[in-house]
């Protein structure tokens, strides 16, 4: 089985840059897509980025688009969320997820593991 540990997650003010990192154990780490979802209080949990288990291929949604970016690490297997340019908006738990499968990378239901999540704050 595949364990998953979210860190990196912080206060910081609107505008201000984090990086998320997900750290994979106990399994296969390259037979795994790896996506960030995050939750609000009150909110469904939803997809922020996905990146595919070969050939690295990302998907975002579309409030975060240009700027965050997903990056692995298969060596170190590592996933990371670069976040800039923050908004209150971003305030939320983050969680990373792997999936063997699933055509729709938003749907938390194609998720096998999930890691505990990292909370965000973005307040002034």
């Known amino acids: 089985q595949l364990q998953l540990v979210e860190s990196g997650g912080d206060l910081v003010q609107p505008g201000r840059s984090l990086r998320l990192s997900c750290a994979a154990s106990?399994?296969?780490?390259?037979?795994?897509?790896i996506a960030w979802f995050r939750q609000a209080p009150g909110k469904e949990r939803e997809g922020v980025s996905y990146i595919s288990s070969q050939d690295d291929i990302t998907f975002y949604r579309d409030s975060v688009k240009g700027r965050f970016a997903i990056t692995r690490d298969s060596a170190k297997k590592m996933v990371y969320l670069q976040m800039n340019n923050l908004k209150p908006e971003d305030t939320a738990v983050y969680f990373c997820?792997?999936?063997?499968?699933?055509?729709?990378?938003?749907?938390?239901?194609?998720?096998?593991?999930w890691g505990q999540g990292t909370q965000v704050t973005v307040s002034s």
């Open positions: 106990g399994g296969i780490f390259d037979y795994y897509a």
């Open positions: 997820g792997a999936a063997r499968g699933g055509s729709s990378w938003w749907l938390r239901k194609n998720y096998d593991y």
